[in-house]
């Protein structure tokens, strides 16, 4: 069965600190992962999916197929990043979601 | 169109009692997706539809459960004789079928089920 790992449940940085939220699957074909996003009184929304290979508000994430990994990065936080994250792998019939990251950027 | 949404937002309902939810999901999309999300976990897939064919459904989805999307537009998620375990958010989401592999979900706000 598909399956999503997010170790950390609670992730704290400070604003301008690089941050790095851990993602593993466990899948034998080819795998399609995305991150998805839930702002504070905010509907969950697409971040970034590994197949477009794009920096979404200076986040980036890279598919190692090796680690089974998909870590999501951003350089320099900002407040603005706190949010729940969420890895998962899917295809157009259903997502398998990790169990969240609560990411919190103190100033 | 101000994306998909959900009704009603909070429902508190005794056990044994059944419920009944709405999704209504963007406009021209053909795709919608049940989730529940139970505190502290991510979202579980409960069932697919593709127009009005529910095309697949999760072995979460006991036989308590029942979705429709009769006319391929709003779907119902129905829940007969709840149980305090059914407590949890159920999102609904909805998708564009094109060439592609996989198109973006868009979720509503979703429907707190309190099950006391």
């Known amino acids: 069965a598909q399956r999503v790992t997010q170790p950390e449940k609670l992730l704290s940085v400070f604003k301008g600190a690089p941050v790095e939220l851990k993602c593993n699957y466990s899948y034998s074909g080819s795998p399609e992962l995305f991150w998805y996003v839930q702002y504070s009184r905010q509907r969950l929304q697409l971040l970034l999916r590994h197949i477009s290979r794009e920096s979404i508000k200076g986040f980036t994430a890279d598919l190692n197929k090796g680690e089974t990994s998909f870590h999501l990065k951003k350089p320099f936080a900002q407040e603005e990043d706190s949010a729940m994250y969420y890895c998962?792998?899917?295809?157009?019939?259903?997502?398998?979601f990790g169990s969240g990251t609560q990411l919190t950027v103190l100033p | 169109d101000t994306g998909v949404s959900q009704n009603p937002r909070h429902k508190i309902t005794k056990r044994g009692q059944n419920v009944t939810f709405r999704c209504d999901p963007i406009?021209?999309?053909?795709?919608l997706y049940w989730y529940r999300q139970t505190l502290g976990q991510g979202p579980e897939f409960l069932t697919y539809?593709?127009?009005?064919?529910?095309?697949?459904k999760s072995r979460l989805l006991s036989d308590r459960f029942s979705a429709e999307r009769p006319k391929g537009s709003f779907s119902t998620l129905e829940i007969q004789r709840t149980e305090q375990g059914d407590s949890a958010m159920y999102l609904c989401?909805?998708?564009?079928?094109?060439?592609?592999?996989?198109?973006?979900?868009?979720f509503g706000p979703g429907t707190r089920l309190t099950v006391l």
């Open positions: 406009s021209e999309h053909n795709r």
């Open positions: 998962a792998h899917g295809s157009a019939r259903q997502l398998t």
């Open positions: 989401a909805s998708s564009l079928k094109t060439g592609k592999s996989y198109n973006e979900q868009f």
């Open positions: 539809f593709q127009n009005e064919a529910q095309l697949e």
